[in-house]
């Protein structure tokens, strides 16, 4: 069964940096797509960035020129760099896997992670 396993989340002051990892287990990167998601509290869950198996690279508004996503096929990683941090990027991020690109862009994967906590504050 695929595994998705989120890390490098944490408490850091505006203006800061955090590097998220995604580790996948039971599949391969080169077959499948990654999104990286976060949901704030009272708020609904939103698309950061997404990965495609061919690379093809997409961010949300809100975080374009501060985050990069990238990753590791002979590692199974998948990173989310997040600089300049903002008290708005506070968040449960996710990672989640799917073979269809179509439903990472629509946020209906087949395979999401437990999530790691993004606190951005003073």
């Known amino acids: 069964q695929v595994q998705l396993v989120e890390s490098g989340g944490g408490l850091v002051n505006p203006g800061g940096s955090l590097r998220l990892s995604c580790a996948a287990s039971?599949?391969?990167?080169?077959?499948?797509?990654i999104g990286w998601f976060r949901q704030a509290p009272g708020k609904e869950r939103e698309g950061v960035s997404y990965i495609s198996f061919t690379d093809d690279l997409y961010y949300a508004n809100s975080v374009k020129g501060r985050f990069t996503i990238s990753k590791d096929n002979a590692l199974n990683m998948v990173y989310l760099q997040m600089n300049s941090l903002r008290p708005e990027d506070t968040a449960m991020y996710y990672c989640?896997?799917?073979?269809?690109?179509?439903?990472?862009?629509?946020?209906?994967?087949?395979?999401w992670g437990q999530g790691t906590q993004v606190t951005v504050s003073s």
């Open positions: 039971r599949f391969t990167l080169d077959y499948y797509n």
């Open positions: 989640a896997a799917d073979r269809d690109i179509g439903r990472i862009l629509a946020g209906h994967c087949d395979h």
